[in-house]
């Protein structure tokens, strides 16, 4: 059974940074897509970026050239780093991995992270 477990949510000002980590244990990290996304009260869930098993990425349009997604397979931790964080930002934040075509679909807790003006 997979577990994936965020960090690094908080407070920040308008223009700050911030680093999320997705820690995975209970299966092999390298084999899955692990994604970042994203819900703010009242809306719906979204993705905010994406990175396959071999490394391509894929951010979402509102966060191009803030936002950049990494990960450590060496360390089954994948990152969110987080600049130029806006207001609009704010929200809870959730890692994912999944084996497209499989029920192998895992999603962590959500941390918050709340950007203010």
């Known amino acids: 059974q997979v577990q994936l477990a965020e960090s690094g949510g908080g407070l920040v000002q308008a223009g700050g940074s911030l680093r999320l980590s997705c820690a995975a244990s209970g299966s092999d990290f390298r084999l899955y897509v692990l994604g970042w996304y994203r819900q703010a009260p009242g809306k719906q869930r979204e993705v905010v970026a994406v990175i396959t098993s071999g490394g391509s990425t894929n951010v979402a349009d509102s966060v191009k050239g803030r936002f950049t997604i990494s990960r450590d397979n060496g360390k089954n931790t994948g990152y969110l780093q987080m600049n130029t964080l806006k207001p609009e930002d704010t929200a809870v934040y959730y890692c994912?991995?999944?084996?497209?075509?499989?029920?192998?679909?895992?999603w962590g807790q959500g941390t918050q992270v709340t950007v203010s003006s």
């Open positions: 994912r991995m999944w084996v497209a075509g499989t029920l192998m679909d895992y």
